[in-house]
């Protein structure tokens, strides 16, 4: 399996939105985590947002990426989701195959209307979707 960790500031919204469709598109051919510099709580936004999918991530936990990197983790790709600056504060994953910087819109600097803040994060998703789909076509294994 090709293993992939996706990381953002706190784990609450584009991290999240990323590891949940890797998961949707390559079940089998994936392992995925996703965390954060500081992890924080889920954007109840993104929450809705993904529930429009059919993936539910209620309930699920943020995590530190520092706690991946202290239990040995190993990965092939490290995926930062949010802006270069951020990247820069990543730790170096030992073994990994390739680093990349995805920047995204923080949907936590989002502000307004409850529907204009949805629209915005549905952008950021739907963004977020088809960076992961291109993704997971260019790289999953070539089934026998």
């Known amino acids: 399996m090709i293993r992939v960790l996706f990381i953002c500031v706190h784990n609450g919204a584009r991290s999240q939105i990323a590891e949940a469709y890797l998961r949707t598109f390559g079940s ?3 392992f995925c985590e996703s965390a954060g ?5 889920l954007n109840p936004y993104v929450v809705r947002a993904l529930q429009e999918e059919n993936i539910d991530i209620t309930g699920k936990k943020t995590q530190g990426v520092m706690d991946l990197l202290l239990a040995g983790n190993k990965y092939d790709y490290v995926i930062t989701v949010c802006s270069k600056e951020a990247q820069e504060k990543c730790p170096r994953f030992p073994g990994i195959h390739e680093s990349l910087l995805w920047p995204f819109p923080d949907p936590a600097t989002f ?12 952008e950021v998703r739907d963004a977020i979707k088809e960076k992961v789909w291109h ?9 026998q």
């Open 111 to 122: 502000t307004g209307t409850d529907e204009k803040i949805m629209t915005q994060v549905r």
């Open 28 to 30: 089998e051919e994936f």
């Open 135 to 143: 993704f997971h076509e260019g790289v999953r294994p070539v089934r």
């Open 37 to 41: 510099l500081e992890p924080g709580e």
